[in-house]
């Protein structure tokens, strides 16, 4: 029966998520059960892709990333896939009609990392972060809003700038596996060898406004979602603070975390603040 293969699908979402990224799961554990596998679906999808093009150095990356690229096409097309990675998200996709632009600038951007090293540009840098952020996050703004359209134009900027600091975020905690790890530099004008005070700043306050930007949107997302929206956003924000306090030559030579006992620390106190609308 497929919905056996379809409800083994959607697990292997959940295991994805959980196994890849506990402070991901942890939000995702906040939203409304109602909405929680899809979101799941959507994480599934784009962390697969990423994992290709991140950590799959002793095979052939390119011929990977091309047959998950098909292998998704096909999924969308006929509605079902063998890999139920993509037949979860495939479902998430029909479910919600999700916009195809918005699946192709992921691809794009990801397909970038394959060989791209350097972001000269603000121009490139932009794309690049629509493609591997911004898109994301408008995905799953589609299923906060459960597909209401006048809701998700209201709401698409603010979830684009989340998605944006987000990433950003990443960017700079990942600086020295990026770097030495994988020969990039995703920050344009910026000699990461040299890195200094000033430069680190530049950086911080660029993803400080794309924070405020977002923080508004997240007031007015729908109750299902609005919590654990607000969860990933104080731990974003909790690691851009270690960031803040961590000097610009140990940033380059030290991954930056926030520990698990921290992030169960801030459910709480983020919890606290949710019930006292303090948001």
């Known amino acids: 029966m497929k919905a056996i293969f379809d409800s083994v699908s959607e697990q292997c979402s959940k295991a994805v998520t959980r196994r890849y990224s506990t402070s991901f799961s942890m939000a995702t554990k906040m939203l409304a059960r109602s909405i929680r596998q899809d979101i799941y679906n959507i994480y599934g999808f784009v962390r697969f892709a990423d994992e290709i093009v991140d950590s799959f150095h002793d095979y052939n990356k390119e011929d990977l990333f091309n047959r998950f690229e098909s292998d998704l096409e096909l999924s969308i097309d006929q509605g079902i896939s063998l890999n139920p990675i993509l037949n979860a998200f495939q479902h998430t996709y029909h479910k919600y009609q999700f916009n195809q632009e918005h699946v192709d600038a992921f691809m794009k951007s990801m397909r970038m990392d394959l060989h791209k090293s350097k972001y000269l540009s603000e121009e490139e840098y932009r794309s690049y972060i629509y493609g591997s952020a911004d898109v994301v996050g408008l995905m799953c703004l589609m299923v906060f809003v459960q597909g209401d359209m006048e809701k998700f134009n209201n709401l698409k900027d603010s979830a684009m700038s989340l998605g944006s600091a987000f990433q950003k975020v990443n960017f700079l905690r990942d600086l020295k596996a990026d770097h030495d790890n994988l020969n990039r530099t995703y920050f344009p004008n910026t ?53 803040k306090r961590t000097p610009a030559l140990e940033i380059k030579n030290a991954r930056i975390r926030v520990p698990n006992y921290k992030k169960v620390e801030l459910l709480t106190r983020s919890y606290v603040k949710y019930q006292l609308n303090l948001l």
Not at 215 to 240: D, N, S, T
């Open 191 to 243: 000699d990461l060898n040299n890195l200094d005070e000033k430069s680190k700043q530049e950086i911080i306050d660029d993803i400080e406004r794309d924070f405020a930007h977002g923080i508004q949107g997240i007031k007015q997302l729908p109750l299902e979602a609005r919590f654990g929206v607000f969860m990933a956003y104080r731990y974003y924000r909790q690691l851009l603070k270690k960031l």
